[in-house]
């Protein structure tokens, strides 16, 4: 793949989309769906100008750039005491609505990709159980949609892909070690797990005090602040890494250690990941269309297309519906949350972190399955997004009392915005 064709493919790609951004926040052409569709435009099966190279280095390496930028920001947004006071809908769907759903896609998958055996089928699971609210932007920007219903919506995609990678690397650990004794794999899951958390910390804790005490006193611009951060994503990353650990675990560690411990510089964190972040999402996408779709076209069976619709409708609703049980949220509430849990960049950024394990059995199976289901939920959920929120905005107001469930008062979650959204 020709860097410099890229780069120019893709810049005019976004001066394209700027051009109806304003008019895609309440239509069906989400930046997700426009970069897919343009990157399959320009694949292969398109007008062939982006010709994927055979170790796919670019899209491996901006993925994993990408992952830590991701995780570290979002991680940087947690506020347990406010989250706990304010946000039981998401932390339901977080306790219990993740777990229902990894376990209840491993059950699906088992019998119907026996080859995979059980470590596959948990792992096409994991992979396939963060959520991603770009997707159903339209659903965060209808402001007749009830907050508590969008907060919601919006909390759960900011933290699901953090707290899944635990159980990524559980299951890609049992995947590669399936030919070696339990205790093997079990020992290399513990490394991964132990040492990444503790260096992430100590990371965020450390450098991100020393910015702290730094900006109190001026001794930080404004710019250094944002590069600083950034800097402790990367760092906290590189040394987990170097010392066995698992660096994505770090950088989220490390996130969640700096929006805990410093306060004072977050809220140019959030702006920097809003603008210079996002570029770094819209060019993954652009790749998802040019390589990963045409990669997977030719393996896909009528198999992997069922359950790519289960993963987006029953393995996700039914765990939605039994972990807000006794919410008072209305049923037709339950399934608007359970409909909207689109698949998108964690998902596309932890199937290329399995394709890059060479002795992972499967691997090909598990990377046409995720791709078709990321696929379908870029464009049923972008075209469904715009018309369903407004049908659940009328049935609210109709059906529910200002003192619903869903009308109840929550405080202001500082999430990730999906592409496009404005503060106004």
């Not at 951060?229 to 906290?236: D, E, G, V």
């Not at 660096?247 to 560690?253: L, N, P, Q, S, V």
């Not at 992997?304 to 049980?325: D, G, K, M, Q, W």
């Amino acid at each position: 793949m020709n860097f410099e064709l890229t780069l120019l493919l893709f810049g005019a790609a976004v001066i394209a989309f700027a051009l109806i951004s304003r008019w895609s926040q309440q239509g069906p052409m989400t930046a997700p769906l426009f970069f897919t569709l343009a990157g399959l435009l320009l694949s292969d099966r398109g007008l062939g100008l982006l010709a994927a190279d055979p170790e796919w280095s670019l899209a491996h390496w901006l993925a994993e750039v990408t992952l830590v930028w991701v995780l570290f920001t979002d991680a940087s947004r947690i506020n347990l005491r406010q989250l706990k006071e304010g946000h039981n809908i998401p932390l339901r769907l977080l306790g219990l609505g993740l777990p229902l759903c990894i376990g209840v896609g491993a059950l699906v998958a088992y019998p119907m990709f026996p080859e995979l055996g059980w470590a596959g089928a948990f792992t096409l699971a994991v992979i396939l159980a963060p959520t991603d609210a770009a997707l159903g932007q339209a659903v965060i920007n209808n402001e007749r949609v009830p907050v508590r219903i969008r907060q919601a919506f919006n909390v759960e995609s900011g933290l699901n892909d953090g707290m899944a990678l635990p159980l990524l690397i559980i299951g890609l650990s049992w995947l590669i070690g399936e030919n070696h004794s339990a205790s093997h794999w079990l020992e290399l899951a513990s490394m991964q797990l132990l040492l990444g958390p503790i260096y992430g910390v100590a990371v965020g804790l450390a450098a991100g005090r020393a910015l702290d005490v730094g900006v109190q006193r001026r001794w930080v611009s404004p710019t250094y602040q944002r590069l600083g951060l950034l800097a402790i994503a990367m760092s906290s990353y590189g040394l987990a890494e170097l010392c066995g650990g698992n660096g994505f675990i770090a950088a989220f560690c490390a996130g969640a250690a700096v929006g805990t411990r410093t306060h004072v510089f977050c809220a140019p964190l959030h702006r920097f990941a809003e603008t210079e972040g996002q570029l770094l999402s819209l060019i993954n996408f652009l790749l998802f269309g040019a390589i990963m779709i045409p990669h997977a076209l030719p393996d896909l069976t009528w198999t992997h297309f069922f359950y790519a619709l289960l993963s987006l409708t029953v393995i996700r609703i039914i765990p939605v519906i039994v972990s807000l049980t006794g919410t008072q949220l209305q049923f037709t509430s339950k399934l608007f949350l359970g409909w909207f849990g689109p698949r998108g960049l964690a998902s596309l950024l932890y199937v290329l972190l399995v394709m890059q394990e060479d002795h992972a059995p499967g691997k090909d199976q598990l990377f046409s399955v995720a791709v078709l289901t990321i696929l379908l939920s870029v464009l049923l959920h972008g075209v469904t997004a715009a018309p369903l929120a407004q049908r659940y905005s009328r049935y609210i107001q109709r059906n529910s009392a200002d003192t619903g469930a869903e009308q109840k008062e929550t405080s202001s979650f500082p999430t990730r915005r999906p592409f496009g959204r404005e503060d106004t």
